[in-house]
């Protein structure tokens, strides 16, 4: 059983029964699982159970709520069971904070988005790390009455607004074109393997980070950055492609393989762009359809700045 499914049958179990007795306002209280974690991203498996695993759940409060009866309701959620399901609750919270129990959203949010409101700017929807976005707004609301937790979450799952959207897909793109179309090879001529190993690694950075933005969704942290990809679904199928080439050696032949690897994925990339009528180009090359991107951009102060701003 996944960790969001263990994190609501331990809530539905022990978790409303302990706010009911309580005397808590349960109209006040979002219950859930969001935020760190695998399992909040419903990635958890067996060797997630070897830190910071545990049965629990996010209790969402407000500022003025937490000052009112936070202290007592924490309390309330220590008492808990200390073992669910073959799982033991954790002695002491992690390092960097509560993952479980009492949370203040205020306090949530800005940890995620530097402020407790979501983004509001070009300069906030461009810089703010895609991994603190996907984090923010991931795994499961169990009860949500107030609406004040998930007033921020709605926004997010949305995704980019579309001109932000476009303006990063042009961004990634142009990078898969440096790295891949044209530095890969040079450096294979001047025989910088190393180098061009490097430039195999940022092509498929930016490849996955485009297939991401193409589905309009967050991109996590990198080390689920293929997991997630498994889900998504436009262009999933590119994974075995993109971990192929990272993992081929840059021998003579070898070369010559990953060179056709990047163009058969170079395609694909450019075949959605212009099914999502991003590009009005015609060729193979990404850089190309790169700045045709940029020119579908609406907002002027979005589409005069760098085509390379906001990665």
């Not at 306090?107 to 070009?122: E, I, M, Q, W």
């Not at 393997?193 to 498929?204: H, K, P, R």
């Not at 190309?288 to 102060?301: F, G, L, N, P, Q």
Request: glycine share 8%; charged share 30%; hydrophobic share 35%.
């Amino acid at each position: 059983m996944k960790g969001i499914e263990i994190a609501e049958k331990y809530y539905e179990e022990f978790g409303k029964k302990m706010i009911q007795d309580g005397g808590f306002p349960e109209d006040r209280i979002a219950v859930g699982l969001v935020g760190e974690g695998s399992e909040c991203f419903g990635f958890d498996d067996d060797i997630s159970k070897d830190h910071d695993f545990e049965p629990g759940f996010c209790l969402f409060i407000t500022e003025k709520d937490e000052r009112e009866f936070g202290f007592k309701l924490e309390r309330a959620y220590a008492k808990l069971p200390k073992e669910f399901m073959g799982l033991n609750r954790q002695l002491l919270s992690p390092a960097d904070g509560n993952r479980h129990g009492v949370i203040i959203i205020e306090d949530f949010y800005k940890r995620f988005l530097g402020a407790t409101n979501p983004p509001d700017s070009d300069e906030r929807w461009l810089y703010t790390p895609s991994s603190s976005l996907a984090t923010a707004c991931n795994g499961k609301v169990f009860r949500d009455d107030l609406g004040e937790f998930s007033k921020v979450r709605e926004v997010l799952l949305k995704g980019y607004p579309e001109d932000i959207r476009r303006k990063k897909i042009a961004a990634h793109v142009i990078m898969m074109a440096q790295a891949g179309q044209y530095n890969y090879g040079r450096l294979i001529d001047r025989k910088e393997t190393g180098a061009a190993q490097l430039a195999i690694f940022e092509f498929v950075k930016h490849a996955i980070s485009t297939i991401y933005l193409l589905n309009n969704k967050f991109e996590p942290f990198y080390k689920w950055a293929y997991k997630g990809m498994r889900n998504l679904p436009l262009l999933s199928d590119l994974e075995m492609s993109l971990a192929g080439i990272t993992e081929l050696g840059n021998s003579k032949s070898q070369a010559s393989d990953k060179a056709e690897i990047i163009e058969d994925i170079a395609r694909m990339i450019i075949s959605e762009i212009k099914n999502q009528n991003m590009s009005t180009a015609t060729c193979n090359n990404l850089e190309t359809h790169a700045y045709s991107v940029v020119d579908s951009i609406k907002s002027s102060k979005l589409r005069n700045m760098h085509v390379m701003e906001g990665i």
